[in-house]
């Protein structure tokens, strides 16, 4: 809970403006290659399953959505 964190950061003394702060998150994608190479079905059903079962980062470290840019980079296997 990293709000949660620099809050108590604030309340021992450290000068932070938590209305002006900005949160920059990194965003894998990962897609099917479309020239049909790549991983073998079961593993790329193997991948499907743990993105669509990943927690979004900023919901993982209690983030206001307001405050975080993510930047994203797509994968092809």
């Known amino acids: 809970d990293v709000p949660l964190v620099?809050?108590?950061l604030r309340a021992q003394g450290y000068p932070l403006d938590?209305?002006?702060v900005?949160?920059?998150l990194g965003r894998d994608r990962i897609t099917s290659r479309e020239d049909g190479r790549?991983?073998?079905p079961p593993i790329r059903a193997l991948f499907?399953?743990?993105q669509l079962n990943?927690?979004?980062l900023p919901d993982y470290f209690h983030l206001p959505r307001e405050h975080v840019v993510e930047i994203g980079r797509t994968f092809m296997v």
Request: proline share 6%.
């Open 6 to 8: 620099l809050e108590r």
């Open 18 to 20: 938590l209305d002006d």
């Open 22 to 24: 900005t949160y920059y």
């Open 38 to 40: 790549g991983l073998l």
């Open 48 to 50: 499907s399953y743990l």
């Open 54 to 56: 990943a927690a979004p």
